[in-house]
């Protein structure tokens, strides 16, 4: 079982930058895809950006072009670059792993970007 702690989040200016990062606990090389999610109040979580293990991104049509996603298996991480951040985008972004049987989720990290 692989635990994913994020961190990063914050409160931000709309137009600002923030840099996710999501440490495993163990190896993530094996994950099928490692991911980011958020969930803003009252809506359900929805993807934000994926990678792939062979390197693959796929992105929300809402965040294509200002965000890029980045997996690093030799160091358990996966990071998600945030720029030109707006207020639509303040949620709660959660790290996702998904293997073949297994998917795991971090706890979750909060960015509130104001206007």
């Known amino acids: 079982q692989v635990q994913l702690a994020e961190s990063g989040g914050g409160l931000v200016q709309a137009g600002g930058s923030l840099r996710l990062s999501c440490v495993g606990s163990g190896s993530i090389g094996s994950f099928v895809s490692m991911g980011w999610y958020r969930q803003a109040p009252g809506k359900q979580r929805e993807l934000v950006a994926a990678?792939?293990?062979?390197?693959?991104?796929n992105y929300a049509e809402s965040v294509k072009g200002r965000f890029t996603i980045f997996r690093a298996n030799a160091k358990n991480t996966v990071a998600l670059v945030m720029n030109s951040l707006q207020p639509e985008d303040t949620a709660v972004y959660y790290c996702?792993?998904?293997?073949?049987?297994?998917?795991?989720w971090g706890k979750g990290t909060l960015v509130t970007v104001s206007s």
């Open positions: 996702n792993a998904a293997g073949v049987r297994t998917n795991y």
């Open positions: 990678v792939t293990s062979g390197g693959i991104t």
